[in-house]
């Protein structure tokens, strides 16, 4: 582990720097020359000189043998895995890749339909056939959860011809699942584990948070090293610990996906973020735990009509909960999570990563301090004073899903047969589009899935009450897109 404090990216990156090389390669602004001042003014000059492009020096993401290599080795090493690979779109292309990684066409998987709308790509690009399961909600929370261990041992005792499972944890509210029985179990039936923990590339650095999934026994696990840890925007890492899944096809697959023309800067910072969660994760996590669980405290104690999800909230369904998250459930303010959050944007100058009806979601991250809960704290209670409304009728319900997949999503995607039929006489089609109202912010449609008289009835409802369906075409859900058999 003394190799740790190593950053062989940013040292070659920072060597090269400054020398001051005379520019003839791309990028065009030449070592930050062509920048528009303006933008220099806010940012400085130094960082353009890190801004480069493929070169026996600074090394290739696509083939690397120099610091790249150095770097994902280190990152591997510091996880506890075989290879890792950084990504620089996001957790986005690698859940596209474990898709491509461990399916062929034709094969099956079972994955969760609260899973992150990127893996559509991976179902389209993929040619598989997606067993879907119903997401759990709690209505007294107001929240989704993931799938268990006992949802997943049964779909895989009804469909056993499954060759991977995708499984998403923690959520967005930070809730984990049971991960490493998950994986025994998978591994005991020969099925691949996937999983999507772009919410836990912090988990592994600190022992009061749920176990990472690479420690669990993941097959291929995607981790976005930006949103918690201390990468910039579109840092992640697949990591693959697999027997099931050869290296070097995944390898391909990363390469086969990401651009020729990475940005070194965010591959810097994946390095470092690594050196630092490593070094000083354990120290810099038990700070952020402890400003997250003051706040915690102080909105269920001193906040009536708001509360954060604490662990007890999710005892006994045997999940745990990343207690960096924040969910705050305000709907007795008599105002919806999207209201707190645009108050607090305009009135309050704090911005939450994300808001439903019910909640306000707000990240906290290796550099999250005290101050920053105490201000969203204090404006908490002050919003929660002046906004005394009474609870809204308001409940969160999805349809039943389990819908007949007719055809892989893959076909529909690639049909021209395609017409458009008004909604209230789609009951029996086959769907052609995907449609997700919000909230939930769940598919209840999706190309391939024959269109139960169920779900026509939800989103006919959906649309007359002018709820936003994201898919519609126009302002308001009239027809919908299916194939023409
Ligand atoms: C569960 C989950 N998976 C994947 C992603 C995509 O991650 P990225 O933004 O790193 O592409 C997100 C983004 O919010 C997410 O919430």
Redesign the pocket.
Known sequence: MDKQNKVPIFDTLLGHAKRNVTSFHTPGHKNGKGIDPVLKEVTGDGLYKFDVTVFDEVDSLHDPVGPIKKAEELMAQAYGVKHSLFLV?????G?IAMFLSACDPGDSIIVSRS??K?IMGGIILSGVWPIWLQPTIDQNLDIIFNSTYEEIKQALEMYPEARAVFL?SP??NGVATEVKKIADLCHRKGKILLV?E??GPHLKFNDKLPMSAVDAGADLCVQ?T??ILSALS?G?VLHHNSKLVDTNRVKKIVSMLQTTSPQYLTLASIDLARRQAVLHGKEMFDKVIEAAEWARKEINEKIPNMRCLTKADIKGRNFDLDLTKLTINVTKTGLSGYEVDEILAKQYNIQVDCSDTFNLIAIMGIGSDMDDVQKLVSALKEISKKYKGTQKNWILKIPSLATEMVMTPREVFLSHDIKKIPLAKSVGHVSAQVLTPYPPGIPVVIPGERISKEICDYLVEMASKGIRISGQEGDILKMVKVFAN
């Open positions: 779109n996001g957790t986005s292309v859940n899973s992150h990127s998403t959520t967005y999507d772009a919410h976005s930006h949103k579109q992640s």
